[in-house]
């Protein structure tokens, strides 16, 4: 299994424009998370998929971020308008069962300027 | 509110000695705990975790403590060695009321470094 991937690993973008990661899960893997890094706060949970559907959003700073889970194998997380204080690095995460051992993407670095 | 803390943003020790990294929690309804290590440009991996039925768990160089009353956790590497420099997250879970996924709930970070 090649893991959970995440793209695209970096990204730059302008403020105001819309930005979309995408994170394919592990087959298999029932429950998707999408957390973002900083320095102040770690690893902050966003949002999480249970069998695609959306569990607990209340992690999502604001209405600029939705997420998506049209199916088992992709989900998006989408911010628009972007501002420069959404810069961060997101990371992408799916489990099984009970979500011990967690396995995360690579993650996607966000800049924007 | 942060529910786990790590009051240490980073640790610096001698190759063969003790790393402690420590952690906090405030959530009384979690019930198993995890650390995490993270390098640069990858994503966290699973280190070693506890249930808080127990008091530790060992494996191999790691080795996690739960002190439930005072809710503080630490993970013990003994030896280090300078391929245990990164990133160190503790993690929470609460059994979420026994349905089929659960919500980790994370802290800071500590950025450990073993010198040669």
């Known amino acids: 299994d090649a893991g959970v991937i995440q793209s695209p690993r970096h990204e730059v973008t302008e403020m105001g424009q819309e930005v979309t990661l995408r994170c394919k899960p592990i087959s298999g893997h029932n429950s998707l998370f999408w957390y973002r890094q900083t320095m102040m706060r770690g690893l902050e949970l966003l949002i999480y998929f249970n069998n695609n559907v959306p569990i607990d959003d209340s992690g999502m700073p604001e209405d600029r971020f939705s997420a998506k889970m049209p199916n088992a194998s992709f989900s998006t997380l989408k911010i628009q308008p972007s501002e420069p204080r959404d810069s961060a690095v997101y990371f992408c995460?799916?489990?099984?069962?009970?979500?011990?051992?967690?396995?995360f993407g690579s993650g996607t670095r966000l800049t924007v300027v | 509110d942060q529910q786990v803390k790590q009051n240490s943003p980073s640790l610096s020790v001698q190759e063969g000695r003790i790393s402690i990294l420590n952690c906090d929690y405030t959530?009384?309804?979690?019930?198993?705990f995890l650390w995490y290590k993270k390098y640069p440009a990858e994503g966290p991996t699973f280190l070693i975790s506890i249930s808080s039925i127990k008091d530790k768990n060992e494996d191999g160089r790691f080795t996690v403590f739960l002190n439930k009353s005072a809710k503080h956790l630490s993970l013990h590497i003994v030896p280090s060695q300078p391929g245990d420099s990164a990133v160190y997250f503790c993690a929470a879970l609460t059994n979420a009321g026994g349905t089929s996924y659960g919500k980790l709930t994370f802290g800071q970070g500590t950025i450990l470094t073993v010198h040669p």
């Open positions: 959530n009384s309804m979690f019930d198993y």
């Open positions: 995460a799916s489990s099984s069962d009970r979500g011990y051992g967690y396995t």
